[in-house]
């Protein structure tokens, strides 16, 4: 089995966004959406979760509300808000943009420079 990802810098508030788009999860659900996405690939740890949760809540992205996880434990749920679902579709923009450019440095070859 293949080690996980080192998560770039800059992508979480992304991966939280997509992760609470496809539903509201408690925290640690994010954690757990995010890895299964990936196919286990990355893994976020939680001392980087929640701050970047308070961030984009205080920015306004995702809304929380208290309620009871499946372990019947009260848990926080986040949801995306529409300025969410806008912020994450810029996001996602600027990122396929970034990576078709350095995907085309990557391929660059002498002769065609």
């Known amino acids: ?3 996980p990802l080192d998560l770039l810098q800059g992508t979480l508030d992304m991966l939280i966004l997509k992760a609470v788009s496809l539903g509201p999860l408690h925290g640690y659900g994010i954690l757990l959406r995010i890895q299964q996405i990936s196919k286990e690939r990355l893994e976020i740890q939680q ?8 961030r984009l809540e205080h920015n306004g992205w ?3 509300e208290w309620g009871e996880s499946e372990n ?3 848990a926080r749920y986040y949801r995306l808000t529409a300025a969410g679902k806008r912020r994450l ?3 996602a923009e600027r990122w396929n943009q970034m990576t078709a450019v350095i995907a085309g440095i990557l391929q ?4 065609e420079l």
């Open 1 to 3: 089995m293949n080690k």
């Open 47 to 54: 001392g980087s979760l929640y701050p970047a949760l308070y």
């Open 62 to 64: 995702i809304l929380s």
């Open 72 to 74: 019947n434990r009260r």
């Open 89 to 91: 579709q810029l996001e």
């Open 108 to 111: 660059a070859k002498a002769q």
